[in-house]
């Protein structure tokens, strides 16, 4: 009985045939393994570390401490954010007439010693211009209110184009909008005072050395009060804050830019360290 029912179902009574399909598996398992190991980081399969470690191994008994550090400065650049709309019968003759006036607008503030390196587009694009309104539908040209459709036609097109420039010298913000405006610029979307980027970088730097001092400083009080001795930093996390004053409207900076002494006002920069450090 047991040798025919063998002998009808070789595939089940084999062991060789078994133990072959348990080998594959097993390569089949390795290989998927291996495949998540390389593959891993490009479909999300990755590790966030939420301390970086100064030491290879992380100490069993840290003290965990903030620092911090902040100062207040004057902004020694501007961004200025302006250019120009129009709208024409065509799409050609639309861009056209934006780029006459865009033309002007860059040679004035040539004129002011901005250079093209100073200056790039944020903005550009051409559209339809569409008017909408409730008609009867062509299948019914007559017809009443509550049959009516709304439908669009284009009426023209629209150019917007806007730049953002940076300037150097604060005293001549005001004169630089007035250029621009009687070259043609009627889009004014803000100025924003900020620091350079080398001064910017010089700042955070310092202040990033106050606040790990700042946090070192902490940690010995702590470890001095609590009779324990202190040893080298085992992790730092650092955190950075720094908001450029904007002024969003064409009215508002012109309020500030009237006369000859530009209101830039003034930034609050910061930078919080938290840090950890071993117990000797």
């Known amino acids: 009985m047991g040798k025919e029912v063998c002998e009808s179902c070789n595939s089940c009574c084999s062991n060789d045939d078994f133990t072959k399909k348990l080998a594959l598996s097993g390569v089949a398992v390795v290989i998927v393994w291996l495949l998540i190991s390389a593959l891993g980081p490009n479909l999300g399969f990755t590790k966030t570390a939420q301390n970086i470690y100064v ?4 100490a069993k008994d840290t003290i965990s401490v903030n620092g911090n550090a902040q100062t207040t400065v004057q902004p020694n650049m501007a961004v200025l954010s302006l250019g ?4 024409s019968n065509s799409a050609k003759e639309a861009q056209s007439d934006n ?8 040679t004035e503030l040539n004129v002011f010693g901005i ?6 587009t944020s903005t550009f694009y051409t559209e339809p211009v569409k008017e909408g309104s409730y008609k009867c539908p062509t299948s019914k040209p007559e017809c009443e209110t509550s049959e009516e459709v709304y439908k669009e036609v284009i009426v023209g097109y629209r150019t917007v184009h806007t730049i953002e420039a940076e300037v150097s010298d604060l005293n001549k913000v005001g004169s630089i909008l007035d250029a621009a405006t009687n070259s043609g610029a009627n889009k004014i979307n803000g100025v924003s005072f900020r620091l350079s980027p080398d ?12 606040a790990v001092k700042d946090a070192k400083d902490q940690a ?8 324990i001795n202190l040893g080298k930093a085992t992790s730092l996390y650092e955190s950075y804050y720094y908001n450029p004053t904007y002024y969003t409207s064409f009215a508002e900076s012109k309020a500030i ?6 209101s830039s006002g003034s930034l609050d920069v910061s930078v919080s360290v938290s840090a950890s450090f071993e117990i000797q």
């Open 220 to 227: 010995e009080k702590m470890a001095n009060a609590a009779g």
């Open 199 to 210: 001064k910017e970088k010089e700042i955070k730097k310092q202040l990033l050395t106050e």
């Open 115 to 120: 250079s093209k390196e100073k200056i790039k």
């Open 84 to 87: 120009a709309e129009t709208e």
């Open 99 to 106: 780029a006459e006036i865009m033309d002007g607008v860059m």
């Open 55 to 58: 030491t290879s191994q992380p």
């Open 257 to 262: 830019f009237a006369g000859t002494e530009v």
